[in-house]
């Protein structure tokens, strides 16, 4: 017999910790093959009926761990429950009745979404659609802190609207004064938002209206497809010249290239931030636009919404009206390497002697499965040396909104990747998400290191173009800023010696 | 008591939070139960505590706190033992090292490296390849099992045929011994002088207390590596086919052999493009000095074929040698394409009688429509049998279990082991005893008294009744005191 | 049943002699043993019975050299069964009918298989195949109350229970006596050469050793020996012919000019250097401690007015010897002196053998890390100290 008084309560639990420890529950049978019985779980279930993750797809883990070293999130702190499969336990847990606490939400925000789980699992785990599923419980189950949801609700104020984003483009008090401020209003809010913003915002280039893109570009020479382009949000407004650059070198390639005026977001941060309404909306709206302009294909430039686009059959499942629509829109989706790629090589490649270090964005590789395309039209620009980057499976931290939402993750992710991108040596760093651009220039920034950076498309440009590697530096987005200047940085572009 | 032990392992939780920090100590709920299993997911206990120390010194104050509550501890690595090794004590503390991660020393001159135990294998290879070295046991799950669950389990591999286990390539170990105490045994050089108590240590599966840090020997990466794919009308040509090579004096790195089913879910896991129609494949690699690769490789080649394989692939670059062994290494895993549920086997028997066990093999799924897909290690006869099941039809499972056993018995009736390289654990525990009389399971439990006199490093693993140390064998009666006081259990 | 000196072990003479010619009777000797007490000290040929430590007591000396005989030779497995009392040249004859080894050097070729794992004595060939706690897969021993026990089995890979070989090998008698053992065995092989050069310090050939072992040679044996001007490089390269005699060559060019190039191997190539009645010492290092561990050893000798001989094998163990007439006060300062050289390379000095006078001033074992747990390992198995007491670390 114990004393009560005496007795120290370790655990944090939120169920009746007092008379219900999880140390008091009942043992299971170390016996035969049967499995062990554990406590009944206090408390709610965590998720309700309304498209939970699925048993049967959680029941493909076999628990054999080969996830863990792709996991960012188990590779930084090396903890389980931080790991695919403890996620896909914890959802196990959820669907066995465990309640949703604060603790198994944080587990799951803390997710990347990169996807390098699912190309690692020998099982054919789909943890892509359940953790999608399990987020949007989490956005309509669970009421997280004032704190995060004023950061949530400014964020998705904020990006999915390239009108919105546009008014950030100013210098670094303009963007201070904005919108961002008013909405999130607390200012430690605004200080764990504004690091990030901030290295953005010396990111972006020079403060120039982007020339806006006519709404079809005519093939050069014989036609041989006609694709919608997608212009995305940070896209649009931070890398103009990356969606200038896609257009121009569709349409060497010998596509008529339509640019629908109306078009907005793709969804794809709200789809994957379990914001399942609004991503909806989204999609329904993108697949009208892009119907309504006859293409045979949509070509994107930005990983993350390539990847929900292709995904949209899946969203739209339920909405009798759109399910066909959504599926056949969703075979359309093509990322630019892809279609070039299936499109095969027409215009001449001039030499562009640079030396290139490719990164795999999540979205495009993990996600999309699209690695060897760009590697290949990168290596078909005579002259030009490609270096792999070690570990490059593991994601850089950028994620989506995820570095406004974990910056401090998010800058070691950051940090190692940038320290594997400039152990390649390269002059010059290319990938195809602008997320993935900004969150390695950030720590190369941060590193004191200096490296070009680039969109596949925007070196294939130059190629076709004919320019030299100093034109095209000059030209490029992005270069990483001077270590010690930030905001007068994107004016002298400085990736190559 | 339940009471008591619950309150024990509490007062050792607040203690652990103080010496160690609220962020190393886990008690939520469903945080712990993240940690109910290991590779085995059919056995699951939550655990009390889980701990993750960073330095021995952490990994000492944690045994010690355990000792004198007399609450049981489990290490654990990264979680991916198949014989259920790292199960936690539903009243104990889970001790995961996987933050314990450093490299600490790459030595190319005395071909050593010395490393943490949550170093993951792959690593420690990853590390020495700059300098030409490698770290030569490769279990399967290299890319994620950790350098100390390798320890604990003497972790195999497919190239063990040749190079040995982690049992060989081990010269150095701290421990935290059961009483907390810190001991360094071995280290850089070799033959430490007195018992080699570093040679029990490495595959006593947790049971003798925590390895903190490890020193291995690294192997000169070879000059050149050959490897072949062969397929097979069936497993009697393939099992021919590995008795012509050794019998002929070659010891090759690995010689690996997948039966029909096994290629099957391999091809839909990893699409490794296996020749179609082939009853039986084997994954042949040379090693060593070139010219010796060469010579020995013909003559591989010629056994395949005297032994009717109708197709021979030679790699001809590191892709396609990865190709071969991807479709080998995701094996396990890729079962779960063509089946729900599935049990891995690791017996072993002697490699001359791998034809005749196979055919026994075949007859027991014939006999019970329970299939039976064979992967394994044919050089030195480690038997993978994937007994596949379907949880949701009823008696699939109770049939699968009964395939699984008589497999077992079959190693057995050929002087052979329940386990090759998966460990005992406690999957296997209640097996021991058909391998090893009384006396000898008696006999191996002096050394775990030795150890851990209160079996509290890792209980109920192993062996199926724990010895009560310094018992005279066979004269005490009624429960175990070990039992009373909740800390073992009765087969 | 008195024989006479050369049962002597270490100078204790036993009262009786047994000799056992089955696991069986082994017991059948121990569980007596307990019943009357007595101190028992297992022995095989005798070729190491001066071996360590003299005992506290032995009343009983138990003679295994009828336990003999191969008991099953799988070829086609790899793996030979043996009963202990084989003598192991007697045991590598057998298998070799097969084209197969035992890949263990054994300095005296009349030495018993048990005696040999007993002492764990290696050789030259332990660079490429380890020594016999790499080979040894399953053994059969009888505990001091006469209980038989086995541990591991006649299969290569298998990790069911603890592996008990371990502990017995080397263990000097003081566990139980091992009655029979399984061993994994390797092909002979095909073609041999060796090659040789001498080098004028130690510093010098061992990393002319270092840089053949950083090589892509795959050696089977590389060894030091020779005085201190003198020092010579064996280095042994075995496999098919084709392969062989490519890498001789690239071992020609590390050791550089004055390489030879021979067929067979050196006279005396597995030997120890001891002498009767001297003092025989093991002297480990890591790889690159081996060359100033080396050079260490003779400039040791010289200044203490010693003559030491040194060999050994570049993985990392020497042997050297002095002569009995070797003055027990230098003797031990040289002990002192190398244990502190070894030291400064992870490794350590163990006097194997020694006449009285020297055993009398020497630290035999110098210091033995996880000695605490070794004397408790002893006191579960032995409780009574029977077995070779005091004969092993510590006063085991």
């Given amino acids: ?497 | 008591m339940s009471t008591d032990t619950g309150t024990r392992v509490e007062h050792v939780a607040a203690r652990l939070r103080t010496e160690l920090g609220d962020d190393a100590v886990i008690t939520d709920r469903a945080r712990l139960r993240t940690y109910e299993c290991d590779g085995l997911a059919h056995y699951k206990v939550t655990p009390a505590v889980v701990v993750l120390p960073r330095t021995t010194g952490q990994v000492a104050d944690v045994v010690r706190a355990c000792v004198e509550h007399g609450v049981p501890f489990v290490a654990r690595g990264s979680g991916t033992g198949l014989s259920g090794g790292a199960l936690p004590h539903a009243q104990g503390v889970l001790l995961v090292l996987s933050q314990m991660r450093d490299v600490i020393a790459v030595d190319p001159d005395d071909q050593r490296a010395v490393v943490q135990p949550g170093v993951i294998n792959l690593q420690v290879s990853r590390s020495a390849a700059p300098m030409g070295y490698y770290y030569a046991p490769d279990p399967s799950s290299q890319q994620i099992c950790s350098m100390g669950g390798n320890v604990a389990e003497n972790s195999g591999g497919a190239h063990c045929l040749k190079y040995g286990f982690t049992t060989n390539h081990v010269t150095g170990l701290e421990l935290v011994v059961p009483d907390g105490s810190v001991v360094r045994l071995g280290g850089r050089a070799p033959d430490p002088p007195g018992y080699d108590l570093m040679g029990a240590f490495v595959g006593s599966e947790g049971t003798l207390g925590v390895t903190t840090e490890i020193t291995v020997r690294l192997t000169r990466a070879p000059e050149a590596v050959r490897t072949l794919l062969a397929a097979f009308p069936s497993t009697d040509e393939a099992g021919g086919a590995v008795s012509a090579v050794i019998g002929a004096g070659v010891v090759p790195a690995a010689i690996e052999m997948m039966d029909a089913l096994a290629i099957e879910a391999a091809e839909a896991a990893v699409h490794c493009h296996y020749p179609e129609g082939a009853g039986a494949v084997l994954v042949v690699e040379l090693d060593g000095p070139a010219a010796e690769v060469e010579a020995q490789f013909v003559e591989v080649e010629r056994h395949c074929r005297d032994n009717r394989a109708f197709e021979i692939r030679i790699a001809a670059d590191e892709a396609e040698r990865a190709l071969f062994w991807k479709g080998r290494k995701s094996a396990f895993a890729a079962v779960g394409r063509i089946s729900p549920d599935y049990i891995v086997q690791d017996g072993v028997i002697p490699r001359t009688a791998l034809p005749e066990v196979l055919r026994r093999i075949a007859e027991l799924s014939r006999g019970s429509g329970v299939r039976v897909a064979n992967v394994f290690h044919a050089g030195d006869g480690n038997l993978h049998p994937l007994v596949l099941f379907d949880d949701g039809v009823p008696g699939e499972a109770e049939h699968a279990v009964q395939v699984s056993a008589a497999i077992l018995d079959l190693c057995i009736e050929h002087g052979g082991s329940i386990t090759g390289e998966h460990g005992v654990g406690m999957d296997k525990a209640k097996h021991l005893p058909r391998m090893y009389t009384d006396d000898d399971l008696d006999t191996m439990q002096m050394l775990r008294c030795a150890f851990d006199p209160a079996h509290l490093s890792n209980p109920g693993k192993v062996f199926p009744t724990p010895r009560l140390c310094g018992e005279i064998p066979g004269r005490h009666k009624g429960p175990h005191p070990l039992q009373t006081a909740g800390l073992a259990e009765v087969f | 049943m008195v024989r006479g000196a050369k049962d002597d072990v270490s100078g204790v003479r036993p009262r009786l002699v047994a000799s056992p010619a089955s696991t069986e009777e082994v017991a059948e000797v121990l569980r007596v043993a307990k019943e009357r007490h007595l101190a028992v000290v297992a022995c095989g040929a005798g070729t190491a019975l001066g071996w360590g430590a003299p005992p506290e007591r032995a009343d009983l000396l138990l003679d295994t050299r009828r336990i003999a005989g191969v008991v099953e030779h799988a070829a086609g497995d790899l793996v030979v069964t043996v009963r202990a009392g084989t003598p192991v040249g007697e045991l590598q004859a057998a298998v070799a009918e097969a084209g197969q080894q035992l890949a263990l050097d054994a300095p005296y070729p009349e030495a018993t298989v048990g005696g040999t794992l007993a002492v764990s004595t290696s050789g030259p060939r332990r660079l490429l195949y380890g020594t016999a706690r790499d080979l040894l897969i399953g053994v059969t021993f009888v505990r001091a109350d006469g209980v038989v026990a086995k541990a591991g089995g006649k299969v290569v890979k298998n990790v069911a229970g603890y592996d008990f070989g371990k502990l017995l090998i080397g263990s000097f008698g003081t566990l139980g006596v091992i009655t029979e053992a399984v061993f994994r065995l390797h092909p002979l092989p095909a073609a041999r050469r060796v090659v040789s050069a001498t080098f004028p310090q130690a510093s010098t050939a061992g990393r002319a050793a270092l840089a053949v072992l950083g090589s892509q040679v795959v050696p089977t044996a590389v060894e030091l020996a020779g005085p201190a001007d003198e020092v010579r490089v064996t280095v042994l390269v075995e496999g098919v012919e084709a392969g062989v005699s490519g890498r001789t060559d690239a071992v020609v060019r590390l050791l550089g000019r004055g390489a030879t190039i021979h067929d067979e191997l050196p006279a005396g190539f597995t030997a120890l250097p001891f002498t009767p009645g001297g003092t025989g010492i093991k002297v480990t290092a890591s790889l690159t401690g081996v060359g100033p561990v080396l050079a260490a050893a003779h400039s040791l000798g010289a200044q203490h007015g010693v003559d030491v001989d040194v060999r050994g094998s570049a993985a990392g163990v020497l042997h050297a010897g002095t002569g009995p007439a070797a003055d027990p006060a230098a003797v031990a300062r040289l002990v002192d002196r190398l244990r502190a050289a070894a030291a400064l390379f992870g490794g350590s000095v163990t006097v194997l053998t020694a006449p009285a006078d020297v055993r009398d001033v020497v630290d035999l074992w110098g210091p033995v890390p996880g000695l605490d747990l070794m004397r408790r390992l002893k006191a579960e198995l032995d409780p009574d100290r029977r077995l070779s007491p005091g004969r092993f670390v510590g006063g085991i």
């Avoid at chain 1, 590779?75 to 669907?95: H, K, T």
């Avoid at chain 1, 996600?367 to 490609?386: I, N, S």
């Fill in chain 1, 1 to 497: 017999m114990t004393d009560p008084t005496d007795r120290t309560d370790p655990t944090e639990t939120t169920g009746t910790a007092e008379t219900d420890p999880p140390v008091d529950a009942p043992r299971g049978t170390l016996g035969d093959h049967g499995p062990i019985a554990v406590s009944t779980a206090p408390g709610i279930p965590a998720f309700d009926a309304h498209r939970p993750p699925s048993a049967e797809l959680a029941s493909d883990c076999v628990h054999c761990g080969f996830c863990l070293p792709t996991c960012p999130t188990y590779v930084l702190w090396g903890e389980e429950m931080d790991s695919p499969r403890g996620r896909i336990y914890l959802m196990q847990a959820g669907l066995d009745g465990e309640p949703m606490t604060d603790a198994m939400v944080g587990h799951f925000d803390a997710c990347l979404g990169c996807m390098a789980c699912v190309t690692a699992c020998p099982s054919g785990v789909q943890y892509d659609r359940l953790i999608e599923a399990t987020r949007a419980q989490v956005e309509r189950r669970h009421r997280r802190p004032l704190r995060d949801r004023l950061l949530r609700e400014a964020i998705f104020a904020l990006f999915p609207h390239p009108r919105r984003l546009r008014a950030l483009r100013g210098p670094l008090a303009a963007y201070r004064r904005s919108g961002l401020q008013r909405a999130v209003q607390r200012s430690r809010v605004l200080d764990r938002v504004s690091p990030t913003l901030a290295a953005m915002e010396a990111l972006a280039p020079p403060v120039r209206p982007a020339p806006p893109l006519p709404a079809r570009v005519a093939a050069r020479g014989e036609r041989r497809a006609v694709v919608g382009m997608l212009t995305g949000c940070v896209q649009r407004e931070f890398f103009p010249r990356v969606n200038a650059a896609t257009a121009r070198v569709l349409a060497m390639e010998g596509c008529d290239v339509v640019i629908p005026r109306r078009q907005g977001c793709c969804g794809a941060l709200s789809v994957h931030n379990g914001r399942e309404a609004e991503a909806q909306a989204f999609a329904r709206r993108t697949i009208d636009v892009f119907d309504a302009a006859g293409v045979e294909h949509v070509v994107v430039n930005a990983a993350g919404c390539g990847s929900s686009m292709k995904e949209y059959a899946d969203l739209l499942a339920d909405d009798p009206a759109y399910a066909d629509l959504a599926r056949r829109f969703a075979a359309s989706v093509r990322d630019v390497s892809e279609i070039l790629a299936e499109l095969g090589p027409v215009a001449a490649r001039h030499p562009l002697p640079v030396t290139v270090a490719y990164h795999d964005a999540c979205h495009l590789g993990h996600a999309q499965g699209v690695r060897a395309q760009p590697r290949d039209l990168l290596r078909g620009v005579p002259g030009l040396e490609l270096r792999e980057v070690a570990d490059a499976d593991i994601c850089c931290g950028s994620a989506g909104i995820y570095n406004l939402l974990h910056p401090v993750a998010a800058g070691e992710l950051g940090d190692r990747k940038a320290r594997a991108v400039l152990d390649t040596g390269a002059e010059l760093l290319v990938t195809a998400n602008p997320g993935c651009l900004m969150q390695v220039a950030a720590s190369v920034s941060r590193m004191g290191g200096r490296i070009g950076l680039a969109h596949t498309v925007e070196v294939l440009d130059a190629s076709l173009r004919g320019r030299t590697p100093a034109q095209l530096t000059r030209e490029l987005a992005l270069a990483t800023p001077e270590p010690t200047g930030g905001a007068s940085a994107g004016d002298t572009p400085t990736g190559t010696r």
